[in-house]
């Protein structure tokens, strides 16, 4: 039963693999917000240029999240099981699934101006994992050896992802609307509503924040079930109303809200693009302050 | 959609006062709005038993807040903070959402039935108004002649339910699909209230009882054999299937480096058995058994879990004369990951009383300090270290005393710290004498126990099935698109219009799709340039 192989070495080889990542997230960040500022240009000939530095950033997106699924994958061969056990691993594992499923969306949805968003976010993510999250390759603690581990905390990342979609999409929508961005005759907000209309019209990002969310929420619910039916086989109850499963429940409640708000009326549009980035907020917190400040049973950050 | 929403009723005369208010509450509390409204209550309102330590998953937690806010903590738990779940404003949030639940979800359960059974809505006049709309004309007569009976037979092969109105000759297909959807919402809801009273009914039924086990000993399913013990409100100790359970040996596994490569594992513990004998009482059938953390074990209705284990030193005490005063395993709880525990002896069959507070040490090492220390969490050099203090154990006044604390409040130290006399210091198998001519201790052997809960809800089961529905359910109703489907003859070709009904992807296809199979030489030629409606329909608003 003791048969674990640890791999520090190839867990080392990870961690650069996943810099190497960051660093090419960095060029891809810096090609998405040239073109953006390229289109907001007032000059035509700049205009017309931008395509082209738009295909450049999508080519080193996909590269970047090719290094990142390596290093992800590594990560796990490394450990000797999936890697999504810490905050680290949930981390590096949960934003290359939110790069794949854009990536992915995008040959199906024209939703490139959400690339900037992407791969900002995922900069951001991994840049925290490595800096703050990193902890050494470990063993699993006997409570998260359970094939639950690998179906809720899966589907758990998944769910997040398409949340996290939804959010970036519901976020140039509350922006798109917004009066002050309408009206303001400062400079930087003109160009700012410039790079804005080349986004897709405003029912579209609605319509397209509720495709992600309903699926984000489908998933969600089945985390919570799964969730539930672990914790009665390793806590003996299968809801007791630990912080985390507070949280999982609070998020669950905010996206139910928004799915009523989408048939409330006065309440679609601009409130329920809110509460879904409430929602969105809810995930955020709970996977940073509630897994590190907050005291309960999920203590997986495998930090001290 | 929403028969609970009848607008014509606005104005009301006033003989009917009460029953007119009544009405206009009801109505306020099964919309939408007021559903959406509780829904956000109920979120936050759950925010403040994730603040604040909760009595039911963390007693310990409640009191340290006590003891740390003497001022506060007393406001607080005025207004339920420190039990937020059961409180009756959080109570009274998730009641009121479930009444508006109930009132808003049978009256649409009965529409829906009763629209099951209908055929669909007649075609509208003008179908140009739709969100998807094309025409085609002039299609030629053939195909003209025949539009009618395949549309009809290429609708209803697609999972439509297909009225034909008017005559071939010039006449309408109305058709309409995905009255799954409205059943997935109705199936959604209905569930929750299957488990809103599966969790009551469940929860009320429902006990859990705690019992630490040495290796070697037993304990009996009745209350007096548990530590401590929750029941549901409506247990009953009849509840409780007479069996026993052994623990025969505790076995664990910890991460070993071997190739020193993994520093940070090294000691992590990897895996915890207990092996136990079974005994039925009916029968007194006995069985062998494994508990692991994930891995309980099933009972008649009881499962026994696994949640803690520990070192348990067999000490023996004897006084000057030779004789047994003390004997046994006691559990020591551990106090951080390499074990290091601590452990209370209370010695009370003696002229004055004694208690030991005692330090166990599986792989003692020395700190720079001096001070002992734990350094692998196996019993590879174990140490036990003690001090001791004699006085009033308080065992006589009849109030439960915590096994693992001693009140050294009254009583004087006489080993160890700044008594004067060295604390004590013994490895596995020695004996030391204690001082004031007590006699000796010895350190006889090493076990370990198990901390096994035994809990049994009857209501889990039920609540997984309605939890299921549910999913299912609201799978079904957020995915399957509903829409209604047109297609009628003009003079010299025909037009196709779509209407969905909730949020549809693919509205603008299905039209396209359907005219080329209709038509397939043809271009449509009016194509209605506006994209589909309004993401979401109101439901408000049918
Ligand atoms: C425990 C409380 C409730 C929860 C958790 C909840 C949750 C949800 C969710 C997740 C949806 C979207 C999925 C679906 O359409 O099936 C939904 C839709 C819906 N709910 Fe609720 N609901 C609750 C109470 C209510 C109440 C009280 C009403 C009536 C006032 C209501 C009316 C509706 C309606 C009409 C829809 C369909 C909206 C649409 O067409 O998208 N719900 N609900």
């Known amino acids: 039963m003791n048969s674990i192989t640890l791999n520090a070495d190839l867990a080392a080889i990870s961690r650069l693999v996943v810099e190497g990542a960051m660093l090419v997230y960095t060029f891809a960040f810096l090609a998405f917000a040239l073109h953006l500022s390229q289109l907001a240009s007032t000059k035509k000939s700049v205009r017309a240029g931008a395509s082209r530095l738009e295909r450049v950033g999508i080519a080193l997106l996909a590269l970047a999240a090719i290094i990142h699924g390596v290093g992800v994958v590594l990560r796990g061969i490394s450990a000797s099981r999936v890697p999504w056990a810490n905050m680290y691993e949930f981390s590096i594992t949960g934003s290359f699934i939110v790069v794949a499923i854009f990536l992915i969306a995008l040959t199906i949805k024209d939703i490139r101006l959400l690339a900037t968003f992407v791969a900002g976010f995922n900069l951001l993510i991994l840049g925290t994992a490595d800096t703050i999250f990193y902890v050494a390759v470990k063993s699993l603690m006997p409570a998260l050896q359970s094939y639950w581990l690998v179906i809720h905390v899966l589907v758990a990342v998944l769910a997040t992802a398409f949340f996290n979609i939804a959010a970036g999409l519901s976020i140039a929508y509350i922006f798109k609307t917004a009066k002050w961005v309408k009206a303001s005759k400062l400079k930087g907000v003109a160009t700012f509503r410039r790079i804005l209309a080349l986004f897709p019209k405003e029912d579209k990002l609605e319509r397209l924040a509720y495709r992600f969310n309903i699926i984000g929420f489908i998933l969600w619910t089945f985390t919570l079930i799964a969730g539930a039916i672990w914790a009665e086989r390793a806590w003996h109850r299968y809801w007791g109303w630990d912080t985390k499963e507070v949280w999982t429940f609070i998020i669950w409640t905010i996206y139910a809200g928004y799915l009523h708000a989408n048939a409330t009326r006065g309440w679609s549009g601009k409130r329920s693009a809110w509460l879904g980035i409430v929602g969105f907020v809810a995930i955020l917190f709970n996977f940073t302050v509630v897994n590190l400040f907050f005291k309960g049973l999920h203590v997986y950050s495998g930090l001290k | ?542």
Request: net charge positive; proline share 6%; aromatic share 8%.
């Open chain 2, 1 to 542: 959609m929403l028969s609970s929403q009848p607008s014509s009723e606005e104005v009301k005369s006033p003989e009917i006062g009460l029953l007119g208010w009544l009405r206009w509450i009801w109505r306020q509390l099964t919309s939408m709005r007021t559903a959406l409204i509780l829904l956000l209550l109920l979120a936050a309102a759950a925010v403040p038993g994730s603040v604040f330590p909760q009595r039911s998953a963390d007693p310990n937690g409640v009191t340290a807040y006590f003891k740390a806010n003497p001022a506060l903590a007393p406001v607080l738990d005025k207004i339920q903070l420190f039990d937020v779940y059961t409180s009756a404003w959080f109570s009274a949030i998730y009641i009121l959402l479930f009444i508006s639940l109930i009132g808003c979800v049978l009256p649409r359960t009965v529409a829906h039935s009763r629209a099951l059974r209908q055929p669909p809505v007649q075609t509208p006049r003008n179908l140009k108004r739709m969100p998807a709309y094309q025409a085609v004309e002039p299609t030629g007569k053939k195909t003209q002649d025949a539009l009618l009976a395949k549309a009809h037979v290429l609708l209803k092969k697609q999972g439509y339910r297909v009225a034909l109105e008017g005559d071939s000759s010039n006449g309408s297909v109305s058709a309409e699909r995905g009255y799954l959807r409205e059943t997935g919402n109705l199936v959604f809801h209905l569930s929750l209230i299957g488990v809103l009273i599966a969790v009551g009914v469940g929860g009320g039924l429902s006990y859990s009882g705690q019992r630490v086990l040495v290796e070697g000993e037993s304990f009996v399913n009745n209350l007096a054999g548990y530590d401590s013990f929750s029941p549901g409100t409506f247990f009953d100790e009849s509840h409780l299937v007479p069996f026993s359970v052994r623990l025969d040996k505790f076995e664990v596994d910890f991460y070993r480096d071997q190739t020193l490569k993994n520093k940070a594992n090294a000691g992590t513990p990897t895996d915890f058995r207990a092996f136990v004998t079974t005994t039925l009482g009916s029968t007194g059938e006995q069985s062998a058994g494994r508990v692991r953390v994930n891995e309980p074990l099933a009972m008649p209705n009881a499962n026994v879990y696994l949640t803690g284990n520990g070192y348990a030193p067999s000490i023996t005490i004897r006084d000057a004369s030779g004789q047994v005063v003390y004997s046994g395993a006691t559990p020591f709880l551990p106090q951080d990951a390499n074990y290091t525990s601590l452990g209370v002896i209370k010695v009370t069959d003696v002229p004055k009383q004694y208690g030991i507070i005692s330090f166990f040490y599986p792989t003692v090492g020395t700190l720079e300090s001096g001070a002992l220390t734990s350094l692998y969490p196996d019993a590879a050099i174990p140490l036990l270290s003690m001090n001791i203090y004699q006085g009033d154990l308080g065992i006589n006044d009849g109030e439960p005393k915590n096994v693992f604390a001693l009140d050294v409040e009254n009583m004087t130290q006489i080993a160890g710290g700044k008594s004067g006399v060295k604390g004590l210091r013994l490895q596995l198998g020695e004996t030391v004498k204690l001082p004031k001519d007590l006699g000796t201790v010895t350190f006889d052997g090493l076990k370990r126990f198990a901390s096994l809960d035994v809990s049994y809800n009857p209501g889990g089961v039920w609540v997984l099935i309605f939890a299921l529905l549910s999913l299912a359910g609201v799978t079904t109703s957020l995915l399957v698109p509903r829409r209604r489907v047109w297609v009628r003859k003009t003079e010299t070709g025909f037009e196709v219009a779509a209407l969905a009904r909730g949020d549809d992807p693919v509205l603008e296809r299905v039209v396209s799709e359907l005219i080329a199979e209709l038509a397939p030489n043809k271009k449509a030629s009016k194509k209605v340039a506006k994209s589909a409606a309004s993401p979401k329909q109101k439901v408000e608003d049918e």
